[in-house]
Nanobody
């Protein structure tokens, strides 16, 4: 059974940090781009950032403002989202998704929503004092 599992979410005070992990089982992430998404209460899901299959290209949404770092370790079949200087507006459920192996992130191409067959269940991140 192919699945993605996120972990590392939780509660953190404003200004704090969290590191989310996204681990695949039942399939390899080697040839897939991985995107992190988030969905806050009452809002639509939005992309946080994407890393190419080889890890050499990374795209971040504007709201990240240098606070987040996306990385991956293909040997561990895992991607990461490191979040720093968190503020309450970053409270959301964070998801990771992997593209089909024939889809990747390029300078002139960003994977479309329909190109993600693998999704995690999400992990809650709550930022409050």
């Amino acid at each position: 059974q192919s699945q993605l599992v996120e972990s590392g979410g939780g509660w953190v005070q404003p200004g704090g940090s969290l590191r989310l992990s996204c681990t695949a089982s039942g399939f390899s992430l080697d040839n897939s781009a991985i995107t992190w998404f988030r969905q806050a209460p009452g809002l639509e899901r939005e992309g946080v950032g994407c890393v190419s299959s080889g890890g050499n290209k990374i795209y971040y949404a504007n709201f990240v403002k240098g606070r987040f770092t996306i990385s991956r370790d293909n040997a561990k079949n895992t991607a990461y989202l490191e979040m720093t200087s968190l503020e309450p507006e970053y409270t959301a459920v964070y998801y990771c998704a992997a593209t089909s192996p024939d889809v990747d992130l390029y300078d002139d191409y960003y994977p479309r929503p329909r190109e993600y067959p693998y999704w995690g269940q999400g992990t809650q991140v709550t930022v409050s004092s």
